[in-house]
């Protein structure tokens, strides 16, 4: 499939009044593009990580009274599901798009990870570039810049990881709805693929810790 960008009619969704209004538009607007990037990610994923890599598009099958609020691709090497996994996510808010690593509350490895990232601080301080961001809820746009955290404030994110139960922790980009890089598909694919180049590190210690505590 062919990935044309993202464009305002893609935000705007997420101003749409109603469930099933919003639904609607979600599955005919922006859907085809999560899938699209869904099928190119998988096969760049499963080569970057040398395991198959299976792509997961947000249903919201659950929701029953209010809309939500973001919508998203995940990719992780289970078929089945991903939340448990390590994993990466593509997807977007009314006023972004976001590009994760990510593991969250439903891994039942976040208290060996979080000890594992805390022995790699400093080399996770100094890989991670300074426009990068951070965020320890996924359901929530706020994100905190690389750039802003000192080592000591990143280390206290990383042990809540291990000792909140509910706890999460993401590191990717996010980009404003209204930069010219969404709106250029090649553009848009090549930053992703920058952006999963730059934090498979943190998956490849997250998945050899749930693989060998699974």
């Given amino acids: 499939m062919v990935f044309d960008g993202f464009t305002?009619?893609?935000f705007d969704v997420f101003a749409v009044?109603?469930?099933d209004e919003r639904m609607t538009d979600i599955k005919s607007i922006v859907r085809p593009k999560l899938e699209a990037l869904?099928?190119?990610f998988a096969e760049k994923l499963s080569a970057k990580t040398g395991e198959p890599m299976y792509y997961h598009v947000a249903k919201h099958a659950r929701r029953k009274v209010n809309p939500p609020d973001d919508t998203w691709v995940a990719f992780a090497n289970d078929k089945r599901?991903?939340?448990k996994l390590p994993h990466f996510q593509i997807g977007l808010f009314g006023s972004h798009v976001f590009i994760w690593f990510a593991v969250i509350y439903e891994s039942p490895v976040k208290k060996p990870l979080a000890n594992?990232?805390?022995e790699q601080i400093n080399d996770i301080t100094q890989r991670i570039p300074e426009h990068f961001h951070w965020s320890v809820d996924h359901t929530k746009?706020?994100?905190v810049?690389?750039?802003d955290l000192s080592e000591d404030e990143l280390e206290r994110m990383i042990e809540r990881l291990g000792s909140v139960k509910k706890a999460e922790l993401l590191?990717?980009?996010q980009i404003a709805s209204d930069d010219p890089r969404l709106q250029d598909g090649d553009e848009f694919i090549a930053t992703v693929e920058h952006v999963f180049d730059t934090v498979l590190p943190l998956y490849e210690a997250a998945s050899h810790i749930y693989t060998y505590q699974s």
């Fill in 8 to 10: 305002q009619e893609d």
């Fill in 17 to 19: 009044e109603g469930l």
């Fill in 38 to 40: 869904g099928e190119i």
């Fill in 81 to 83: 599901g991903y939340k």
């Fill in 116 to 118: 594992e990232f805390q």
């Fill in 141 to 143: 746009p706020e994100a």
């Fill in 145 to 147: 810049n690389h750039g």
């Fill in 171 to 173: 590191c990717g980009l």
